[in-house]
């Protein structure tokens, strides 16, 4: 069974620091990688998403996410945090020939300061 | 866009009791899947449903079912609830071609005593 790990369970930034999320994933076949973002009190949504073409992803709100075959790795990244990136951060994965169901890994709670 | 809606958004009920949680799929979906998330951990695949009937299901026992409405909304159904069965339940819908993403709703929180 494929299994997603999130190393990082919390991590705490200044604003303007730059941030990167680790994340791998098990599984040896095709792969579509996604991140997930929860802000405080509101619902899964999506940042970006990999399915094919070029590894450098780049999502909403100044997030890009870099995959990497070779480290079975899809680290998510920010230049330049903000006080409103503060929200608990999700990298799913599904298995390409039975995309029907995320893996999720454990979650990355980022708390910006201001 | 109307988004995903579940209801109650919040539950508490005694182990051995059964609960019926509800979604509807965003306009346009036709494939709803549902999580579990137990507090401070990533949400656990439970089942996914296209054309009413069950298409993948996660490492959950039988007392977890399913149910989607020609109309594409869905129910979950756990019976003879127990205290780990307490946590943040999702829904997500989508088309059944997962490139176009999972809309999530904001979840039915069930606490179990």
């Known amino acids: 069974a494929q299994s997603v790990s999130q190393h990082n369970h919390h991590v705490i930034l200044s604003e303007a620091a730059s941030l990167e999320l680790g994340c791998n994933y098990s599984?040896?076949?095709?792969?579509?990688l996604f991140w997930y973002v929860q802000y405080p009190g509101q619902h899964l949504q999506l940042l970006l998403k990999?399915?094919?073409?070029?590894?450098l992803v780049k999502g909403i709100k100044g997030f890009e996410a870099e995959f990497i075959k070779s480290k079975f790795s899809f680290n998510l990244r920010k230049p330049s945090v903000q006080w409103s990136d503060t929200a608990e951060y999700f990298c799913?994965?599904?298995?390409?020939?039975?995309?029907?169901?995320?893996?999720f890994g454990g979650g990355t709670r980022l708390m910006v300061k201001p | 866009e109307t988004g995903v809606t579940q209801s109650p958004t919040h539950l508490i009920k005694t182990r051995g009791q059964q609960v019926t949680l509800r979604c509807s799929s965003q306009?346009?979906?036709?494939?709803v899947s549902w999580y579990q998330q137990a507090l401070g951990q990533g949400p656990q695949f439970i089942f996914q449903?296209?054309?009413?009937?069950?298409?993948g299901r996660g490492n959950f026992p039988p007392r977890f079912s399913g149910l989607q409405f020609p109309n594409y909304s869905s129910e979950l159904n756990v019976n003879a609830l127990e205290l780990d069965d307490s946590a943040l339940y999702l829904c997500?819908?989508?088309?059944?071609?997962?490139?176009?993403?999972?809309?999530f709703g904001s979840g039915t929180r069930l606490t179990v005593v």
């Open positions: 997500a819908s989508s088309l059944v071609d997962t490139y176009y993403g999972y809309t």
């Open positions: 799913a994965v599904t298995q390409g020939n039975a995309g029907n169901m995320l893996t």
């Open positions: 990999y399915f094919s073409g070029d590894p």
């Open positions: 449903y296209y054309r009413e009937e069950e298409n």
């Open positions: 306009s346009g979906h036709n494939t």
């Open positions: 599984y040896g076949g095709t792969v579509n």
